[in-house]
């Protein structure tokens, strides 16, 4: 049985820094990536990163402030967010896709498998 389970969330002040991870269980997984969604507002994709790590991609609102990477050895992906505005505070949640391509993958419905979720919180 699959299980991604996320951690590394909280509250943090405008400029700060968090580390969400997720550990995934149950199978190795191509793609992994992260979405995010705010209260009254859609689930949206944040970012994604294929198996070698050597393809990711970002939303436009995150591209310089966040970056994903993976340790397939403990098939466990992260999301480092760096200088983070009120705007970033959401749920953050880890989804991965069974299957391989080169595409962005930016839609909720293009992955197979979720998480719970791990609040973040960035105050003014």
């Known amino acids: 049985q699959v299980q991604l389970v996320e951690s590394g969330g909280g509250l943090v002040q405008a400029g700060g820094s968090l580390r969400l991870s997720c550990a995934a269980s149950?199978?190795?997984?191509?793609?992994m990536g992260w979405f995010r969604q705010a209260p009254g507002k859609e689930r949206e994709f944040v970012s994604r990163?294929?198996?070698?790590?050597?393809?990711?991609y970002y939303a436009d609102s995150v591209k310089g402030r966040f970056t994903i990477s993976r340790d397939n050895a403990k098939s466990t992906a992260y999301l480092q967010m760096n200088s983070l505005k009120p705007e970033d505070t959401a749920v953050y949640y880890c989804?991965?896709?069974?299957?391989?391509?080169?595409?962005?993958?930016?839609?909720?419905?293009?992955?197979?498998?979720w998480g719970q979720g791990t609040q973040v919180t960035v105050s003014s």
């Open positions: 989804a991965v896709r069974t299957g391989y391509g080169l595409l962005v993958y930016r839609e909720a419905r293009e992955y197979d498998y």
């Open positions: 149950g199978r190795t997984f191509s793609i």
């Open positions: 990163i294929n198996w070698s790590g050597g393809l990711a």
